[in-house]
């Protein structure tokens, strides 16, 4: 079984920083992209930030400038650090990986989410 645990949302004011994380566990044989998402109430998941399979970083428009993608591939680990919030980053973030486990095919897998939102 593969599992992938998000943490480190909460409330923050706008201005604000926090900095998600997300650990894969279980039988991983090889983790080809790791990314971020977020859905926000009433509104269609999207893609934040991710890193592909040859290692690139990509970004939503929303996302440039403030937000940065880093992994620790050591510790199976995406992080996101979010700087200068807004309220509309006010959403559920979910960490998203196509990862193959042990004795399985290339697939995709999703966290719980961890919710973040930006008032004041």
């Known amino acids: 079984q593969v599992q992938l645990v998000e943490s480190g949302g909460g409330l923050v004011q706008p201005g604000g920083s926090l900095r998600l994380s997300c650990v894969a566990s279980?039988?991983?044989?090889?983790?080809?992209?790791m990314a971020w998402y977020r859905q926000a109430p009433g509104k269609q998941r999207e893609l934040v930030a991710a890193?592909?399979?040859?290692?690139?970083?990509n970004y939503a428009d929303s996302a440039k400038d403030r937000f940065t993608i880093s992994r620790d591939t050591a510790k199976k680990t995406v992080y996101l650090q979010m700087n200068s919030l807004k309220p509309e980053d006010t959403a559920v973030y979910y960490c998203?990986?196509?990862?193959?486990?042990?004795?399985?095919?290339?697939?995709?897998?999703w966290g719980q989410g961890t919710p973040v939102t930006v008032s004041s």
């Open positions: 279980g039988t991983i044989f090889y983790i080809y992209t």
């Open positions: 998203n990986a196509d990862i193959r486990a042990v004795a399985s095919t290339r697939k995709a897998y």
């Open positions: 890193f592909t399979s040859g290692g690139s970083t």
